[in-house]
T-cell receptor
Framework: DVKVTQSSRYLVKRTGEKVFLECVQDMDHENMFWYRQDPGLGLRLIYFSYDVKMKEKGDIPEGYSVSREKKERFSLILESASTNQTSMYLC?????????????FGSGTQLSVL | KNEVEQSPQNLTAQEGEFITINCSYSVGISALHWLQQHPGGGIVSLFMLSSGKKKHGRLIATINIQEKHSSLHITASHPRDSAVYICAVSGWLGETSGSRLTFGEGTQLTVNP
């Protein structure tokens, strides 16, 4: 089974801090995604990557950046955390990023920005 | 209006009941996904379908492309089925394309013993 691992389950940071969320997948998937999940809004795509060093903005990229230096690792960076970035962050991966492919999710990181 | 609408938002059932969760979407799609999220956050893919019906154990997913509607059924529900069930669609949805999914807000299911 594919495993998608997020480095932290819970994280508490202060406003203005730089925050790194790490995601690693072990099945050589091409595509990796970062979502945030908020009550009443569902999951929203922040950024995705279809290859090493390639990235594309999702629906809500403002305040975030990403890094994919190796195929298995996709990092989400909050350059200067703000309270409105308090949320559940979910990483996902799929083999080729086709519409009819299964997505595999990590267990999520609940980030609180104080 | 959301592009993917689920109903109901919340559902409480007694153990053993037959459960239906509905998902409607507004434009043409390539595939529809049903996902399950247990307390604690992790999401598991249950089904991916583009036509007809799929069954896995006590779970059945159907889709009607013409009516732009899908249902997730759970037979003989059990407390361990308590979770959030999320519908997501992929395809051309305005500015969204290809493998990018658009998600419904989810249905919170609670099954009481």
């Amino acid at each position: 089974d594919v495993k998608v691992t997020q480095s932290s389950r819970y994280l508490v940071k202060r406003t203005g801090e730089k925050v790194f969320l790490e995601c690693v997948q072990d099945m050589d998937h091409e595509n990796m995604f970062w979502y945030r999940q908020d009550p009443g809004l569902g999951l929203r795509l922040i950024y995705f990557s279809y290859d090493v060093k390639m990235k594309e903005k999702g629906d809500i990229p403002e305040g975030y950046s990403v890094s994919r230096e190796k195929k298995e690792r996709f990092s989400l960076i909050l350059e200067s955390a703000s309270t409105n970035q308090t949320s559940m962050y979910l990483c996902a991966s799929s083999l080729f990023g086709q519409a009819n492919e299964k997505l595999f999710f990590g267990s999520g990181t609940q980030l609180s920005v104080l | 209006k959301n592009e993917v609408e689920q109903s109901p938002q919340n559902l409480t059932a007694q153990e053993g009941e037959f459960i239906t969760i509905n998902c409607s979407y507004s434009v043409g799609i390539s595939a529809l996904h049903w996902l399950q999220q247990h307390p604690g956050g992790g999401i598991v893919s249950l089904f991916m379908l583009s036509s007809g019906k799929k069954k896995h154990g006590r779970l059945i997913a159907t889709i009607n492309i013409q009516e732009k509607h899908s249902s997730l059924h759970i037979t003989a529900s059990h407390p361990r089925d308590s979770a959030v069930y999320i519908c997501a669609v992929s395809g051309w949805l305005g500015e969204t394309s290809g493998s990018r999914l658009t998600f419904g807000e989810g249905t919170q299911l609670t099954v009481n013993p």
